[in-house]
């Protein structure tokens, strides 16, 4: 009797904790539904307006989103004036809007499936970036995990060589939107002044706008098939991935990045089956086959290669992807 009261109370005591689990699990679970279903939404942006100017919609209605956030939690977003914080702002915000902008040109041109699978590839590039730029060497275990990762964009690659919807291009500059997310995020770990990654985010979306401006009307004249759907589209597209970014901070707040990190598998998981759900896109064998080795990869670089800890840190805004960024 005493033994059975014992665990009872034992239970108890880890209710609070179990609710915890389950409520980051949640969070983490909604945010990569969302952040995956957001590479859907893009796709139906584009047609309604070329890359360069969904781009500036989603670096709009994203920074919009981030400043609310901002405001709801309480985030300063104290202007950095310091020369040397200019800097440390200008180059990552630069990088991030090129990442943007290959990431709509990518979209555009390859499955919603297939670009999440590359994107998810963003810790590995990082990883290999904080090597050569701030001199931290992965771990043995984090050099298998960028080996199988990268064999794992071959195979998934390659079915990009037939099909509707997914070809060379797509891949391409999806590789090049993962590229320079990475090298933005490196180079905020090498120069990023006080502050938090919030605001640094928001400031970068907010900074990134007035860059495709110029761009989108000179690229593209800002030609827009005006319409309620096209609008509600770029205000989901810029707007939702921030939401899912804010259930990822509130996983962060307790304490897990670990944890947090986790969502980048997920995402190619919900994007897959939103874009054969919403787009009728194909899943090929290789497909799955490229996505598990880019899953396994990017484990091993996440959980294990300890040493690499800029792949182990949490997606910045904007990105689900520049992922469902």
């Known amino acids: 009797m005493a033994r059975g009261r014992r665990a009872g109370e034992l239970a108890l005591t880890r209710t609070p904790a179990t609710r915890e689990a389950l409520g980051s699990a949640a969070l983490l679970v909604a945010a990569a539904a969302i952040l995956g279903f957001n590479y859907v939404v893009v796709k139906w942006a584009l047609l309604g307006a070329g890359p360069l100017t969904v781009a500036l919609f989603r670096a709009v209605f994203g920074g919009t989103a981030m400043l609310a956030i901002c405001a709801a939690t309480g ?6 004036l310091r020369r040397a914080d200019l800097g440390a702002v200008a180059l990552p915000a ?3 809007a090129g990442s943007q902008l290959a990431f709509a040109f990518g979209v555009a041109n390859t499955a919603a499936g297939l670009a999440s699978l590359l994107a998810n590839t963003m810790p590995v ?5 904080a090597w050569l730029v701030v001199r931290e060497r992965p771990t043995r275990i984090a050099l298998v995990g960028i080996t199988v990762a990268i064999g794992g964009v071959g195979v998934a690659a390659s079915a990009a060589a037939g099909g509707h919807g997914s070809h060379a291009l797509g891949v391409g500059m999806m590789m090049l939107a993962v590229v320079t997310w990475a ?18 985010a928001t400031w970068m979306l907010i900074v990134g706008s007035f860059i495709f401006v110029p761009v989108a009307g000179i690229g593209e004249s800002f030609a827009v098939h005006w319409s309620w759907k096209f609008v509600g589209e770029a205000v989901i597209a810029g707007g939702l991935g921030q939401v899912g970014f804010l259930f990822i901070l509130i996983v962060l707040s307790r304490g897990s990045v670990m944890r947090a990190s986790s969502v980048s598998f997920m995402v190619p998981v919900f994007a897959i089956v939103a874009g054969a759900l919403f787009l009728h896109e194909p899943v090929r064998a290789r497909e799955l086959v490229g996505g598990a080795l880019i899953f396994a990869g990017v484990a091993l670089v996440v959980f294990r290669g300890a040493r690499a800890t800029l792949a182990g840190r949490a997606v910045l805004p904007g990105q689900e992807g520049p992922s469902g960024s």
């Open 75 to 80: 985030t300063s977003l104290r202007i950095p």
């Open 94 to 96: 630069c990088l991030m």
């Open 125 to 129: 590039c990082s990883a290999l970036l």
């Open 183 to 200: 090298g933005s995020n490196v180079s905020l770990k090498r120069w990023r002044p006080v502050g938090g990654e919030t605001a640094f």
